[in-house]
């Protein structure tokens, strides 16, 4: 467990609550055992990280411990490449599994155990209705369902039945087992609802070796059980599964303290972001996205692409905080908490996006000076490095102004500006090309001003940033921006993709200093006044590329601050 999981104080919550009345009630003998199970069928994404906080915050506070299992039990879209990304997930998210990572795949023979136990039990039931038949007798929330003609049959006859069914005697879809409730109950999920079912299909692990594989609602709890899970947190959605999970473990006699418990919370909705994993595969299957990874995906290989700190996630998802209400979080919160992180930790450097050349004409042309740079002003610790002075510069095109509204406090001809830990310069002349195009400034400099103040106690309003024209290096930075211009895309009945923003990324050659060019992929900077930027993997030596991770705008500091 990293450092600032256990550092920093989690606000209770009720699940929190709850783990703590049963801890002292001694309901499971003082142990605190939890899972996150996720089906190896795509990447982790944002919504699974606070399950994930969740489940592994709740048994580290508690001295408990936290498996990973693949929920594997469905085994048509699994697959290892998703097992592989999952677990190398969690790990980054700073999350430790140990050696615990389990396959509910694994636990098919004791699985089928507990179905011919319920058989005997006289709680389940081969059922041979066709698809007609079952819409007939299923009912609707008024009209109660009515008894299959299986539900009748003799326990020798079910288990016979529901044996040739594993050995592969009847086709596909042919026969289910049910599990024997109450076909009169008003939550349809105890209508006797199937527990097994006949497909063949080939499973990642397990190959042919079985032809029937268990439905979810009986196998979770038994997976629960068997690894001596003692709270079961999942999403909303399963509140109206939960008497159905309890039943199985009613039936199945697992007692407390040998018996699991589930609670439901709300899943994390983000704003300008889809989360689906149908919605996240097709984006990458129709080459919206570079990929799984590409850096505006939600998927936490994308985000730590995209130069997202695990710290960055795991301050978001406390505080969205764990209740019981669906909402839509704002993903200005999660840029809120990045900027935060990356403030705090980030080194920084001057970076030119779009670069204006500035000759000092006062300069020496052979002329090289090293200036002092701080490299992080957060972070005493992070010390200084040296910058290159010289006659050719590159400042941003954006602060030079040829007619400076009011308020503006950058370069404009005539006018005095700072250059960041340099001197102040003067804008004698602007060069334009045949276009009438600005491609370069004449400028001349200050030589007392080195350091950033002049003597004569003469100021200047703007401090721009800027590179040296003899020293800096070409780099290739791939701007972000939102996926989706859409709070919530797709909504209303609209295609997603329709929505999807057409400027999400953009890519432009910048300069930059040079130390920025050697830095190893994965690293997090700050370029000065622009945002934060990580080195992307696909750098090479000599040709550097970056990400925006976030422009260092905080639209949720602004609103928090406004009242909003
Ligand atoms: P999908 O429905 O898109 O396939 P899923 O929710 O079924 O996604 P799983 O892999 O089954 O995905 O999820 C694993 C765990 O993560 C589950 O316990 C689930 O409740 C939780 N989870 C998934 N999405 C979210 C979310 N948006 N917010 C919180 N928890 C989530
Ligand atoms: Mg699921």
């Not at 996720?38 to 994930?52: D, M, R, S, T, V």
């Not at 290159?388 to 590159?394: A, K, Q, W």
Request: hydrophobic fraction near 35%.
């Amino acid at each position: 467990m990293s450092d600032s999981v256990e550092n920093n104080h989690v606000p209770s919550d009720f699940i929190r609550e709850m783990v703590a009345e049963d801890f002292r009630d001694n309901k499971f003998g003082g142990k605190v055992v939890t899972r996150f199970p996720p089906e190896p069928n795509g990447y982790l994404h944002i919504g699974h990280a606070k399950a994930i906080c969740l489940d592994f915050g709740v048994a580290a506070e508690n001295g408990g411990y936290c498996n990973l299992r693949m929920d594997d039990t469905n085994p048509t879209k699994e697959d290892t490449e998703y097992v592989s990304s999952i677990a190398e997930d969690v790990r980054w998210l700073g999350f430790d599994f140990g050696d615990r990572l389990y396959y509910a795949s694994d636990y098919f023979d004791r699985m089928y155990e507990c179905a011919e136990k319920l058989i005997t039990l006289n709680k389940a039931y081969v059922c041979d209705l066709t698809p007609e038949e079952w819409d007939e007798y299923r009912g609707n929330l008024n009209i109660p369902g009515r008894e299959s003609p299986g539900r009748n049959r003799s326990v020798e006859e079910n288990l016979d039945l529901f044996r040739r069914m594993r050995a592969g005697e009847f086709e596909d879809g042919k026969m289910v087992l049910r599990a024997r409730i109450d076909m009169a109950s008003p939550n349809i999920h105890m209508r006797d609802p199937v527990i097994y079912r006949i497909r063949r299909v080939h499973h990642f692990r397990h190959g042919d070796k079985w032809c029937i594989y268990p439905m979810y609602d009986f196998a979770h709890p038994l997976e629960d059980a068997f690894e001596g899970v003692t709270h079961s947190f999942c999403t909303l959605e399963f509140e109206i599964h939960r008497p159905l999970y309890d039943w199985v473990l009613d039936a199945l006699g697992f007692t407390f303290p040998n018996r699991p418990r589930q609670t439901e919370f709300s899943r994390l909705n983000l704003s300008y972001t889809v989360m689906s994993k149908r919605k996240l595969l097709q984006l990458v299957r129709e080459n919206y996205v570079s990929g799984w990874d590409d850096p505006r995906m939600p998927t936490i290989c994308g985000m730590r692409r995209r130069g997202i700190p695990a710290a960055a996630i795991r301050n978001f998802c406390r505080t969205v905080g764990i209740t019981k209400f669906d909402g839509l979080t704002d993903v200005a919160l999660l840029e809120h908490c990045v900027r935060e992180e990356l403030n705090a930790t980030s080194p920084r450097f001057l970076a030119v996006l779009d670069p204006l050349k500035v000759t000092i004409t006062n300069y020496p042309a052979e002329g090289v000076e090293p200036l002092d740079a701080i490299n992080n002003p957060e972070d005493p610790a992070a010390g200084s490095r040296k910058l290159e002075f010289s006659r050719e510069l590159y400042i941003e095109r954006s602060d030079f102004m040829l007619e400076p509204p009011k308020g503006y406090f950058r370069l404009a001809p005539g006018r005095e500006v700072r250059l960041r830990y340099g001197y102040f310069i003067r804008c004698e002349e602007v060069v334009y090309d045949e276009a009438g195009n600005v491609t370069e400034l004449k400028c001349t400099f200050d030589p007392a001003t080195r350091g950033g103040s002049a003597p004569d106690g003469r100021k200047v309003k703007g401090t721009i940033h800027w590179v040296s024209g003899a020293s800096a290096k070409k780099a290739e930075v791939r701007l972000y921006d939102r996926l989706f211009t859409t709070e919530q895309p797709g909504a209303d009945g609209v295609d997603f993709l329709t929505e999807l923003n057409p400027d999400s990324r953009r890519v432009v050659t910048a300069y930059i200093e040079p130390a920025l060019a050697e830095l190893p992929a994965g690293t997090a900077v700050q370029f000065e006044r622009i945002g934060y930027f990580a080195v992307d993997p696909d750098s090479r030596p000599g040709a550097p590329v970056f990400n925006r991770t976030v422009t260092l705008k905080d639209s949720w500091a602004k609103q928090q601050q406004s009242g909003k």
